[in-house]
């Protein structure tokens, strides 16, 4: 992909292309965006006054103020402090929700590259009827009878059923993005060379094969992350999945609709959250594919 | 995936092939829903009759009540018994005593006409939308709209709803926020706003992929041969470029009915309108397992459905993607 440079010399500034700094400028946002979430969520109450479950039940539906910058709820909550604990929550479970089927699809994937034409064929015609059925609508079928559950480890009561449920519906797609990728990396020079050259099948297959697959199923994490997010607020906002009364932001808008002519704020502001990181995310994911493509 | 067309088999007759092929298919997946549906009432907490009955009942009657129900019979039994009460178009009763066959049937209406509505909406914008991005390639305008459209799928439906009622609805009463109209005038002024909402991240998720195909389609020889023959303008357009580009909306709308299916559910519940997405959100808080029974495998036959449709559809104008 580069070429050899001698020491010393620079790269002439005419041949760098053109995407790479677009990708970089759409990566740099996104991060930033996706930094200050993080860093809110970390520092959770610094930058909030008390617990986001305090009630100021004289103060009901006040408008923004000195004390409440974004008002308070029909219970007196202070509106930004469960703003900024939802972070926590809705960051956390899309994190875990796409990162154990980052994990567990990816390897589906790479044995689905690498193996036989059965193993294949059987893997691939499993993902066809996953692609093929209303996996969301089960999702809201099942969470729904079987209510949220207990915590498990540090996750919280309705936390686990998202995780599990993210990772049946998107493990498919890291394994057919891994599975493409795979086939095509494998038959590429460098690894014919290797395996001439006499390296050990894994060896080939971890140093060779799988890191110049894995790049486009990075840029899918990041989307994943953000629509991880999008799809629990809009569980919790339908009533599954995390409980009602969290500060979460799905669950927060719900909360809010019925006085959405007067506080109007106590909508747009969870959602502007959403959208927010999610969006920062792509960009994350959309600047990576960038590079990656330069 | 480009299997020759054998002989001189017409459209007709490679559709139908791919449709009895594609009908046995359904027939396996069917089977498959089923069993997962079934598998929740199984897994669902409580028991059917005790949840009936209510909590007072002797346990006379609810064993009574589930000898009736059959709920004392070996599981593969159920199982068939449910099969069998499916295929007469028994999905059983409702916690409220209801027929969930009849629930279905005042409520499918809304469900569909949202449905139809987010695509009317949907489709012109994600065919423009991609053209547009298409015959730009690479330029400022195909960037902003590729961000665009990137941006537009984080947009939560249900806070694009709220934002719709209380910036437009809300001050201007053009539009009514809750319900379906009954008058065409009143139908079609309340299904605006829902449709509005659903389209935006359908047309997102359309306009990402419709875009390559429609560059595929413009880098092609036949157009090159069209256009070297003079053909231009809209008779280009229409004729070999918007023809060959059906195929794809078609596939990719049928792939994503699921998602579709998820995304009414969110606009029922965002406008208040009684359709199927409603009643299976109330009866899954309710536990009523057969009316979420009813409610899932329906949508579950829809998707199939819709997805062999596509295929076969696609197949008549195209005989060329005829899977082998």
């Given at each position: ?7 010393g ?34 520092f959770a ?14 103060n ?68 066809d ?17 079987l ?39 494998r038959?590429m ?30 840029v899918?994490?990041f989307?994943?992350v953000g ?28 909360a ?39 | ?54 909590p ?15 709920l ?22 409702s916690?409220?005593g ?16 949202l449905?139809?509505?987010t ?14 991005a298409?015959?730009?390639?690479d330029?400022t ?13 984080f947009?939560?439906a249900?806070w ?6 209380r ?36 047309t ?49 709308l ?9 995304g ?22 309710k536990?009523?397992v ?30 060329r993607?005829?899977?082998?």
């Amino acid at each position: 992909m580069t070429a050899t440079l001698k020491a010393g010399e620079e790269v002439p500034r005419t041949r760098q292309p053109r995407r790479r700094r677009r990708g970089d400028g759409k990566l740099a946002v996104g991060a930033v965006i996706v930094g200050l979430f993080v860093l809110a969520a970390i520092f959770a109450p610094l930058i909030t006054s008390g617990h986001p479950a305090d009630q100021d039940l004289l103060n009901r539906l006040a408008p923004p103020s000195q004390a409440h910058i974004l008002g308070t709820d029909q219970l007196g909550r202070d509106e930004w402090t469960r703003l900024v604990h939802a972070i926590r929550i809705d960051l956390r479970v899309a994190a875990l929700g796409s990162l154990i089927p980052a994990i567990l699809g990816s390897l589906i994937g790479i044995v689905a590259g690498l193996g036989n034409h059965w193993l294949d064929a059987a893997i691939m015609r499993t993902s066809d009827i996953v692609v093929s059925l209303p996996l969301f609508v089960f999702f809201i079928a099942l969470v729904g009878l079987l209510g949220p559950g207990t915590g498990f480890l540090f996750l919280d009561p309705g936390e686990l059923p998202l995780i599990i449920g993210f990772t049946v519906i998107s493990w498919v797609v890291y394994a057919r993005l891994l599975r493409s990728e795979v086939r095509r990396v494998r038959s590429m020079d460098y690894v014919r060379a290797a395996r001439l050259g006499g390296l050990p099948r894994w060896r080939v297959i971890t140093w060779h094969i799988v890191p110049n697959a894995i790049g486009q199923s990075i840029v899918y994490f990041f989307v994943d992350v953000g629509l991880a997010v999008v799809a629990i607020s809009t569980l919790s906002f339908l009533g599954v999945g995390i409980p009602i009364g969290t500060p979460e932001w799905g669950s927060m808008i719900q909360a809010g609709r019925n006085v959405i002519q007067t506080n109007w704020w106590l909508i747009a502001a969870p959602g502007a959250a959403i959208a927010l990181i999610g969006m920062g995310l792509a960009l994350i994911g959309d600047g990576l594919d960038d590079r990656i493509k330069s | 995936m480009f299997g020759t067309v054998k002989g001189r088999e017409g459209r007709f007759v490679v559709a139908m092939r791919v449709l009895l092929g594609r009908l046995f298919q359904l027939i396996l997946v069917l089977l498959a829903v089923t069993l997962v549906v079934f598998v929740l009432t199984q897994i669902a907490p409580g028991d059917a009759a005790r949840l009936r009955l209510g909590p007072r009942a002797s346990p006379e009657a609810v064993s009574e009540l589930r000898h009736q129900l059959g709920l004392d019979r070996g599981l593969p039994r159920q199982y068939l018994a449910y099969i069998i009460r499916v295929l007469h178009g028994d999905f059983g009763t409702s916690i409220d005593g209801q027929h969930v066959s009849s629930i279905i049937g005042q409520r499918i209406g809304d469900t569909l006409w949202l449905l139809l509505g987010t695509l009317m909406f949907a489709v012109p914008a994600a065919l423009i939308l991609a053209w547009t991005a298409a015959w730009f390639r690479d330029r400022t305008v195909d960037h902003a709209i590729r961000l665009g459209v990137l941006l537009a799928m984080f947009l939560p439906a249900f806070w694009v709803g709220f934002l719709l009622i209380r910036l437009v609805a809300m001050p201007t009463g053009w539009f009514p926020v809750a319900d379906l109209g009954s008058g065409p005038g009143d139908l079609i002024r309340s299904l605006v706003l829902p449709s509005v909402t659903g389209a935006i991240l359908l047309t997102a998720i359309l306009v990402r992929s419709l875009r390559s195909s429609l560059i595929d389609v413009l880098d092609s020889e036949y157009i090159a041969v069209a256009r070297s023959l003079g053909v231009g303008g809209s008779t280009l357009i229409v004729r070999h470029v918007l023809r060959n580009a059906v195929g794809p909306v078609l596939t990719l709308l049928a792939l994503n009915v699921g998602y579709l299916f998820f995304g009414v559910v969110i606009l029922e519940a965002t406008f208040n309108i009684p359709g199927l997405g409603s009643a299976l959100v109330e009866a899954s808080a309710k536990r009523d397992v057969y009316t979420v029974q009813g409610i899932t495998l329906l949508f579950a036959a829809g998707v199939v459905l819709a997805n062999i449709l596509g295929e076969t559809v696609v197949s008549m104008l195209d005989p060329r993607t005829v899977s082998t």
